[in-house]
């Protein structure tokens, strides 16, 4: 499955981000693909990437719920560590701050000078992120086998629910981000229609019968379902 994937999942990321500055792009037509230049959203790669899973557990009988489950907080782990090379690149930082304002966090005196770009000291938005995300991991990893819980599919509902506060509030910070006209974020848009759909789809499931397994329950609780529906 992540051969089909993780590939794919890079593609979205790039198109997600061409679509976004499409402008620029039909005038430099040949830029398309210089991936190598910078240019590739999380919320791309999370689309087509997602899309995959669907169609690979769709061929081989899967519950995509439950793969999903799996995958979610080992994606937010992925995220984490990925935001460091925003941080080496010096980029996706916020807008200007002092020094003695990231003293006050406590940073480490190589996270502070790496912030000081030509001379300006930046929000360090991709530690924040980073933090936000290490952290979400280590909740759902904690409460995702507690008996009678999380049934499936909640599991990476959480991991939606979670991600999409901090990015809504982080991107706010930012200063290269994709804009719908003049007025809001790509990222925070995207980030307030997850939320709420991640809840109406939470609460929609809890309405059927008869219920979805628990997360804890894994491929026996499905098969059980499986034969209770027939």
Same mark, same amino acid.
């Given at each position: 499955?992540?051969?089909?994937? +993780?590939?794919?999942?890079?593609?979205?990321?790039? /198109?997600?981000? &061409?679509?976004?500055?499409?402008?620029?792009?039909?005038?430099?037509?040949?830029? +398309? /693909?210089?991936?190598?230049?910078?240019?590739?959203?999380?919320?791309? *790669?999370?689309?087509?990437? *997602? *899309?995959?899973?669907?169609?690979?557990?769709?061929?081989?009988?899967?519950?995509?719920?439950? &793969?999903?489950?799996?995958?979610? %907080?080992?994606?937010?782990?992925?995220?984490?560590?990925?935001?460091?090379?925003? =941080?080496?690149?010096?980029?996706?930082?916020?807008?200007? @701050?002092?020094?003695?304002?990231?003293?006050?966090?406590? $940073? %480490?005196? =190589?996270? +502070?000078?790496?912030?000081?770009?030509?001379?300006?000291?930046?929000? %360090?938005?991709?530690?924040?992120?980073?933090?936000?995300?290490?952290?979400? =991991?280590?909740?759902?990893?904690?409460?995702?086998?507690?008996?009678?819980? /999380?049934?499936?599919?909640?599991?990476?509902?959480?991991?939606? $629910?979670?991600?999409?506060?901090?990015?809504? =509030?982080?991107?706010?910070?930012?200063?290269?981000?994709?804009?719908?006209?003049?007025?809001?974020?790509?990222?925070?848009?995207?980030? /307030?229609?997850?939320?709420?759909?991640? +809840? @109406?789809?939470?609460?929609?499931?809890?309405?059927?019968? %008869?219920?979805?397994?628990?997360?804890?329950?894994?491929?026996?609780?499905?098969?059980?379902?499986?034969?209770? @529906?027939?």
């Amino acid at each position: 499955m992540a051969l089909w994937a +993780i590939p794919i999942g890079l593609l979205g990321a790039r /198109l997600y981000y &061409v679509l976004f500055e499409l402008g620029y792009y039909l005038q430099n037509s040949g830029q +398309i /693909l210089t991936i190598w230049n910078g240019g590739i959203a999380i919320y791309g *790669g999370l689309i087509a990437g *997602g *899309g995959t899973l669907y169609w690979y557990a769709k061929k081989k009988g899967t519950s995509l719920a439950l &793969v999903l489950d799996i995958l979610a %907080p080992n994606v937010l782990l992925a995220q984490s560590i990925g935001r460091w090379g925003n =941080f080496m690149n010096q980029e996706a930082h916020g807008g200007l @701050v002092t020094r003695q304002f990231l003293e006050n966090l406590y $940073l %480490p005196e =190589f996270i +502070i000078e790496q912030m000081n770009i030509n001379g300006t000291y930046y929000h %360090p938005t991709f530690l924040y992120e980073s933090l936000w995300s290490l952290l979400g =991991f280590v909740l759902i990893v904690t409460i995702r086998n507690r008996k009678q819980l /999380l049934r499936q599919g909640e599991v990476a509902l959480s991991y939606v $629910l979670w991600y999409s506060v901090g990015q809504f =509030f982080i991107e706010g910070m930012r200063t290269d981000s994709l804009w719908i006209g003049e007025w809001i974020r790509v990222s925070q848009a995207l980030s /307030l229609a997850l939320f709420i759909g991640a +809840i @109406v789809v939470w609460f929609i499931r809890r309405q059927d019968y %008869p219920p979805i397994s628990y997360y804890s329950d894994g491929n026996k609780g499905q098969k059980k379902t499986i034969k209770m @529906v027939n």
